[in-house]
């Protein structure tokens, strides 16, 4: 390698004739570096702060009822009460979902949601 530096780059190093034959290792010491980026100037994000939201069931409106639990029943008698089949329990349970963990365990005194009959039923 020749010791004459880069003409582009005027802090460039370079090697003298048998530095690195000799052992001695190059000196980077006085090496400076620096990052820019290529992107433009980072766009202000949008301001959310003031948003908001609601959720409102339509269950209510498509007719559907309540039912208060007595001793002794069971999802799929309230289903045949309600529907005409019991084998419709699972639409009532899974309306209740907020406080049926266990479809067997329901306790008398629970008012459950009763979604309403769809036309297929």
């Known amino acids: ?6 003409p582009n780059d005027p ?6 004739p048998g530095d690195a034959a000799s052992g001695d290792r190059p000196d980077f010491s006085n090496v400076k570096s620096s990052v820019r ?12 702060s003031n948003v908001q939201s609601s ?8 007719g559907s009822t309540e039912y ?3 001793s002794g ?9 309600h529907y005409g089949k019991a084998g419709q329990w699972r639409r009532i349970f899974d309306a209740n ?4 963990d266990d479809p067997d365990r329901i306790q008398p005194g629970q008012v459950l949601k009763i ?3 769809s036309s297929g039923d």
């Open 11 to 16: 802090g460039s190093l370079s090697l003298k």
């Open 55 to 62: 959720v409102r069931s339509t269950e209510e409106m498509a």
């Open 97 to 100: 979902r907020d406080q049926l």
């Open 1 to 6: 390698m020749s010791n004459r530096q880069n």
């Open 37 to 48: 980026s290529t992107e433009a100037d980072a766009v202000p994000k949008p301001d959310f």
């Open 115 to 117: 979604p309403a009959a």
């Open 68 to 70: 208060t639990v007595q």
């Open 73 to 81: 029943d069971t999802l799929s008698h309230i289903a045949q009460a």
